[in-house]
Structure formats: C-alpha cells, structure tokens
C-alpha cells in the first residue's frame, strides 16, 4: 500500500472515532449513584442546579380505620451540607389492599389524594427548596421507578415536576439509592 493510501485509511479512521465519541453529546445526563444513601438529582424549570444528599427510607404495612390494608413507602431526600440550596424532598408511595411492602415498578403522582395520611392510593410527593422562599413546591406529575427494593435498601429514579402556590416549576430528574432509616443511625453511631 502506498503512503497515500496509509494516511487516507489512518484519516477516515480517526474521523470515524472522533464522530462516534461525540456523537452522544447531546444526550441527557442521567447519574448512576455508587454510594448507599445517597442520591443526585438534576433540576431543570424555574431553578436550575443539581440536588445531592442523604437518601432514606421506611416501609411499612398499616390497616385503615376500616380495616383497609395500606403498604407504605417513605421516600426521605436530604441536601448534603455541601449544598446550599438546603432543601428537603419527600415522597409518599401507597398502596391500598396491599400487604406486601411496596415494590418495584413504575409508581405515578397522585394529583387528587383527599386528605393526607398514608391511607391513598398512588404517591405524593413535596419539596422544601429554602433558596426558593418559603413555599413548599408539591409534585404535580411524574414517576417514581423502583428498580430494586429490600429490607435495607430502595434503589429507583425520580422524573417529578413540581409546582407551588405562585406557579413556579421545576423538574426534578436523577437516581437514588435510599438505606433504611434505624440503618442511617446504625451507620452514623459506628463512625
């Protein structure tokens, strides 16, 4: 092979590579958490930023006052104290007739849940934003996906958009993987 033919194939080669490698620039950064408790969060809407922190959790199976099985789910998502946005996240899954602890599977927002306590069926979910004033955001749409669930652990991802009493809204997207609660203490007591 001559020369010029050597140098066209080593061209064409590394213009290939270079397309393939940045052919995927435009695609959604979607994190993997590594870390048990943990979470990372994109926010896109009226506030943009990326939320991080401690992820925990509590599941539960309760009866109704009319004797109703409920399976519950809560969803605790703390700001680390790196983060100065300081926020809280909060998410409520429930089941009704259930007496299995909630499990995996795509868990939609409920917008009509009369009265709150853990007897609905669906979730809710909250958000308490400081660096956005004192209106709690209340989620409006979206899914919570659970992709693993144990006795000590939640592994999921989080596609919410919320809204507060002036209209604001913001997109809340990322994974978490949330540790039991009594394990959260166990750990910080061993340390």
């Known amino acids: 092979m001559s020369f010029i033919h050597v140098k066209t194939l080593k061209s064409i080669f590394l213009g290939g590579v270079c397309m393939l490698l940045t052919s995927g620039a435009h695609q959604e950064q979607i994190p993997i958490v590594a870390a048990n408790g943990s979470y990372e969060l994109f926010v896109t809407g009226d506030y943009t930023t990326k939320f991080q922190g401690q992820a925990t959790f509590n599941a539960s199976v309760e ?4 004797e109703i099985p409920y399976a519950t789910l809560k969803l605790d998502l703390k700001s680390s104290i790196e983060d100065e946005s300081g926020h ?3 998410f409520f899954i429930s089941k009704e ?3 299995q602890i909630i499990s995996k ?3 939609k927002i409920t917008k009509d849940i009369e009265g709150f306590g853990h007897n609905f069926n669906g ?3 909250f958000a308490d ?3 956005l004033g004192e209106l709690p955001f209340f989620a ?3 899914i919570i996906q659970i992709k693993a669930v144990s006795d000590r652990s939640v592994i999921g991802s989080i596609s919410v958009i919320f809204k507060n009493a ?6 809340l997207k990322g994974d978490f993987r949330a540790i039991k609660e009594d394990q959260m203490l166990v750990d910080n007591i061993s340390h």
């Open 97 to 99: 007739n259930s007496t």
């Open 105 to 107: 599977g795509a868990h």
């Open 88 to 90: 809280t996240l909060g």
């Open 123 to 125: 979730v809710f979910g």
């Open 140 to 142: 409006d749409e979206g």
């Open 63 to 66: 009866t109704s006052a009319k």
């Open 166 to 171: 002036e209209a604001k809204k913001i997109h």
């Open 129 to 131: 934003i400081r660096l």
